[in-house]
């Protein structure tokens, strides 16, 4: 890939993560205050609640696409982040190999889960 | 290869030393190593994160199981440092998006007396993220320990 647009898509795949994680965290973690105006879940945590979001295909969706995301922008970040470290042409191809590896295993381990929980 | 530090170009060579002080930085420069820092650690979290979610399709009892092993106050506080973490890291993010496709910098102008620089002259917007994370994160912790 052209580093130019690997480095472009981190930028998109950020805005994207304003919403999406945004949603997430606010849905999942603020969940003192938020319930008090009438917004977000309470026990977001509680398995009934895990069931049922993991049981609608939307949430699904959302999942597979936020986790791509996410670990895309993340995992280029400490790629970058490892070439400033050891700056040699010798290590660019295992810090390429050791992110993609860890990346892809990662958003397969995923997206089997959230799909398997949705067909169980 | 071990070059003397002294011979070295001190501004770019610093390795992990220099994230945090390699001379005057201004404060963008602290902005970035935060930055910096903050999306690692919500990296970290997420591959944790991924695999102590995916312990759900193991049912509901593997999963409370999850649940009451991260309800330890170590892993709650640990909870708030990645909300923390990463409203700072999103909303210095969004500024960093902007100027590193050139708005939010000012008109280029030829460097004549006295000089114009761009991110200094947008400084307050970086002010405002510093104050918005500072914001985000008393409300969060309000959220997780007070209420
Ligand atoms: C700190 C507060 C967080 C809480 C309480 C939380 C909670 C959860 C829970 C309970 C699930 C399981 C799915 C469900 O129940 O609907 C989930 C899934 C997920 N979370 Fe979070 N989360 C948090 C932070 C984050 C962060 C910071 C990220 C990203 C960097 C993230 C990324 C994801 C992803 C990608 C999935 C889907 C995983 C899969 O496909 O198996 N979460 N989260
Ligand atoms: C919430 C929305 C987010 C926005 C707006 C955002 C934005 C950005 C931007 C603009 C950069 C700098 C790219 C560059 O140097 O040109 C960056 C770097 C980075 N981000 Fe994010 N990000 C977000 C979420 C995340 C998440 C969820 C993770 C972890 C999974 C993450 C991990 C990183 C890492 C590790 C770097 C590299 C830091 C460095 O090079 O010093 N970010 N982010």
Not at chain 2, 27 to 55: N, P, Q
Request: glycine residues 12%.
């Amino acid at each position: 890939m052209k580093e130019g647009l690997g480095w472009f898509f981190q930028l998109f795949t950020g805005l994207f993560l304003v919403a999406l994680l945004g949603v997430h965290m606010l849905g999942m973690h603020m969940d003192t205050l938020l319930p008090r105006f009438g917004m977000g879940y309470k026990d977001p945590l509680v398995f009934q609640e895990v069931l049922k979001r993991g049981h609608a295909p939307l949430f699904v969706a959302f999942y597979v696409v936020f986790l791509g995301l996410a670990l895309y922008h993340g995992f280029y970040g400490l790629r970058a982040v490892l070439m400033e470290v050891w700056a040699s042409s010798r290590t660019l191809s295992s810090i390429n190999m050791l992110v993609w590896s860890l990346g892809l295993f990662l958003f397969f381990l995923g997206t089997a889960v959230s799909v398997g929980f949705f067909l169980v | 290869m071990a070059i003397p530090l002294k011979a070295r170009p001190v501004q770019n060579d610093l390795g992990i030393v220099g994230w945090g002080w390699a001379g005057r930085y201004g404060l963008e420069r602290y902005l970035y190593t935060l930055h910096r820092l903050t999306g690692l650690g919500v990296l970290f979290y997420l591959v944790l994160h991924i695999f102590a979610t995916s312990t759900r399709i193991f049912g509901e009892p593997a999963w409370k199981a999850t649940m009451g092993f991260l309800h330890h106050p170590a892993f709650r506080f640990g909870e708030y440092l990645v909300f923390a973490g990463f409203v700072f890291h999103a909303l210095n993010g969004v500024r960093l998006i902007f100027q590193e496709l050139g708005y939010l910098l000012g008109k280029p102008t030829p460097p004549v007396f006295p000089y114009s620089y761009g991110l200094r002259d947008f400084r307050p917007v970086a002010f405002l993220v510093v104050v918005l994370a500072v914001v985000g994160a008393f409300v969060a912790f309000c959220d997780m320990f007070l209420v």
